[in-house]
């Protein structure tokens, strides 16, 4: 993934390098939303480990996997939500990190489910359709609160930011989604 966290960082200068950039950070926003769309969200949060690479005959390479990633991981869909050059991936950020909430923010509080989304169940297809409860991450409640939160005004409030845009508006749209979610994973908390 180092790579790929270089590749994403680096400036463009033209039209094609732009359009490049872009289709990278929007394929790399969907391969993160089809790991934990498949329930594999704990890939990201396991300690990982270590393995050694020969790479050649004399050279050998240690790599710590998993952890070691995971506030890059978060930091860069953080960054993608803040791009308002690119609503597309913008979007995108923001609907990944509503998942992430989901998936490692814990159990919704029923107190906060709306009485018409009462009927939805959350089912995995990994354990045969049975009713999954995921377990929090430790610490993740207060990072939604205090980070994913903060973004979601952050976006708005940035002068460059067009509510008129339609592309501006499913943004909108996914940053309520991240912000109905944060509380329906800290409740109260949230509010006050």
């Known amino acids: 993934m180092g790579r790929i ?6 400036p463009t200068s033209g039209t094609d390098e732009e359009l490049e950039a872009s ?28 393995i050694s690479l020969k790479l050649y005959a004399d050279e050998t390479k240690c790599y710590t996997v998993n952890r070691a990633y995971f506030e890059s991981l978060l930091q ?49 297809s990994l354990t045969g359709g049975n009713l999954v409860i995921p377990e929090a991450l430790p610490g993740f409640e ?12 952050e976006v708005p409030a940035n002068g460059s930011f067009d509510s008129r845009d339609a592309q501006a508006k499913t943004v909108l749209q996914e940053i309520a989604t991240l912000q109905k979610t944060i509380y329906g994973r800290s409740g109260e908390k949230f509010i006050s």
């Open 142 to 153: 207060g990072f939604m609160m205090e980070r994913f939160s903060n973004v979601c005004w």
């Open 76 to 124: 860069t869909v953080e960054h993608f939500a803040k791009e308002v050059s690119d609503p597309g991936a913008e979007r995108q950020a923001f609907a990944l990190m509503g998942k992430m909430s989901s998936v490692w923010g814990g159990p919704e509080i029923p107190s906060t489910v709306i009485p018409s989304d009462r009927h939805h169940k959350r089912t995995s």
């Open 23 to 50: 289709a990278l950070r929007k394929e790399y926003l969907n391969f993160l939303s089809v790991i934990l769309n498949n329930d594999l969200g704990n890939v990201f949060t396991s300690d990982g480990m270590s």
């Open 5 to 10: 966290f270089q590749a994403l960082q680096q």
